[in-house]
């Protein structure tokens, strides 16, 4: 299968932190749990498993089947065992790894021997305290399971030697040219009549300079696969209600799924901090009406060629447990209520209002640029100022942006990872907007200790409602994905949080 993507820094799992990096990842290695389609756990290294009673202990059944790839330092295809899980999540905490997914374990991981290999096949996870999704965080690229032998004989130079126990194994990486993965003809999954997995012989990356390129090569038929559309492709390519034009149908395929991203306009409500002296933004009035002051559908349509949904529900977006589908506490297009809410906050018509600057890269400014106008339109006086991401996000860090355009991606699938972004205990990441609520962290806490999924999932509902009321934040789109493959692939699939699985890709004649 002839794919493309962006440049790649590594093939360890380990720096798995873009969504190329989690693609090859993902058909090098396996990690214990697996995400599915549905946002489902399903087993994979790990057959089953179970958490102790007081939520500290999860053990998990490992299966014995298992091979590494050929690799010249170990013996040919050993068998993957527990101890291989213990060293592969040593080293993602290891600070000498310097791994961006340490965040995963630290904090969270008992101090002393974390993780615990019982024998061959049984392998334990010591907590500080209970934290309820920790099987999901396990579906992480990061958490992929390495052989400590071969990781041992590259050093730092693993990153270009790859071996795991995945569908596909390393050929060759001329870097930002081609990559090459075979067929792991040992490989341990099997389809539903028996058949092992994966059906292809090899998969193909290249590396094309632009989106616009890339699209260019999958028209002419070069490459079976490509991942979201070049901006300057969409009004080529799609409808503005986000469906393939008449003309496509019979030359490509096109798949919209979920993508658990939520896009917004964050506020900074830290009032201790200087930056907000006169800010207008510390009224929750003022941050309500705002909200109900910007006509998410029209950016979903004119923006987004209808690729995404009007966040009316919330922070957490459609496709997790948690998520508002009853619509009770988002916020809608209302510009009577955005002035009412104005005037009772003592701005009427935005009369005495200091003007508020919106930071953004300029990648985002045609959307902003809207939710600006739009804002002006109840007397919200806007400034928009363009930044590069990785200041804006430096800002961000250091709590000196005021109000900010932000886009918040899934990282497991489990809404915790939408409502962490407002625990009052932590710092920026991932709690940019500094809000800090006492019945919040109360219940946070209280979810993570529930002993069951339906008292969980409506503490979930509660906090995200809780968090509406107090408008830290403009949710402004929950994102979908779109796949393009060409009319004679089939079975390829990708998890909600837009990481491909081709291990039951075919070809048509």
């Known amino acids: 299968m002839n794919m493309s993507g962006k440049a790649l820094e590594s093939l360890d799992p380990a720096f798995a932190k873009d969504q190329y990096m989690m693609w090859t990842a993902n058909m090098l290695y396996n990690t214990l749990v697996a995400t599915d389609a549905n946002l489902g756990l399903s087993p994979s290294l790990a057959k089953s498993w179970e958490m102790s009673e007081d939520g500290l202990t999860y053990t998990f059944h490992l299966r014995n089947d298992v091979y590494f790839h050929p690799d010249p330092a170990i013996e040919k295809g050993r068998r993957f065992i527990a101890s291989d899980v213990v060293y592969s999540f040593n080293r993602i905490i290891d600070p000498a790894t310097a791994s961006p997914g340490a965040w995963i374990f630290n904090d969270r991981v008992a101090e002393k021997d974390p993780f615990v290999a019982i024998d061959d096949t049984t392998f334990q996870v010591k907590l500080i305290k209970p934290f309820r999704p920790l099987p999901e965080i396990l579906s992480m690229q990061y958490c992929s399971i390495v052989p400590h032998e071969v990781v041992e004989k590259w050093g730092k130079d693993f990153r270009t030697h790859p071996c795991g126990t995945g569908p596909f194994k390393f050929v060759e990486w001329d870097e930002n040219n081609i990559l090459v993965l075979h067929k792991n003809k040992t490989y341990w999954e099997q389809d539903n009549n028996g058949t092992h997995l994966p059906y292809v012989d090899a998969v193909t990356i290249g590396f094309a300079k632009s989106k616009a390129t890339e699209f260019f090569q999958f028209l002419q038929g070069k490459l079976d696969f490509v991942n979201e559309l070049d901006g300057s492709f969409k009004d ?173 991606i899934a990282d497991y699938p489990d809404a915790e990872t939408y409502l962490v972004f407002f625990n009052g205990n932590l710092p920026a990441p991932p709690n940019y907007t500094r809000f800090n609520n006492a019945v919040f962290n109360r219940w946070y806490d209280e979810a993570m200790l529930a002993d069951n999924d339906t008292i969980r999932w409506a503490l979930y509902r509660s906090m995200d409602s809780l968090v509406m009321q107090e408008a830290p934040l403009i949710p402004l789109f929950y994102d979908q994905m779109t796949h393009f493959t060409q009319k004679r692939v089939t079975g390829f699939t990708a998890t909600p949080m837009n990481v491909i699985d081709l291990k039951r890709v075919q070809f048509k004649d």
């Open 236 to 408: 080529l390519v799609l409808t503005k209600k986000g469906e393939l034009k008449k003309e496509y149908h019979d030359k490509l395929n096109m798949t919209k799924r979920t993508y658990l991203n939520t896009e917004y306009l964050g506020f900074l409500t830290d009032t201790t901090n200087p930056v907000l002296q006169n800010s207008p933004i510390k009224n929750k009035l003022v941050r309500q009406a705002m909200n109900y002051a910007i006509d998410r559908q029209k950016i979903v349509t004119y923006f987004r060629n209808g690729i995404g949904l009007p966040a009316t529900s919330g922070f957490i977006p459609e496709g997790l447990p948690g998520y508002d589908s009853t619509h009770s506490y988002g916020y809608h297009y209302d510009p009577a209520k955005a002035a009412a809410l104005l005037a009772e906050a003592g701005y009427p018509g935005g009369k005495g209002m200091e003007p508020i600057t919106v930071l953004t890269p300029d990648i985002y400014s045609d959307v902003v640029n809207f939710a600006a106008n739009q804002l002006l339109d109840v007397g919200i006086p806007i400034k928009v100022e363009l930044l590069q991401s990785n200041i804006l996000r430096q800002q961000m860090s250091k709590s000196e942006a005021v109000f900010f355009r932000g886009q918040w």
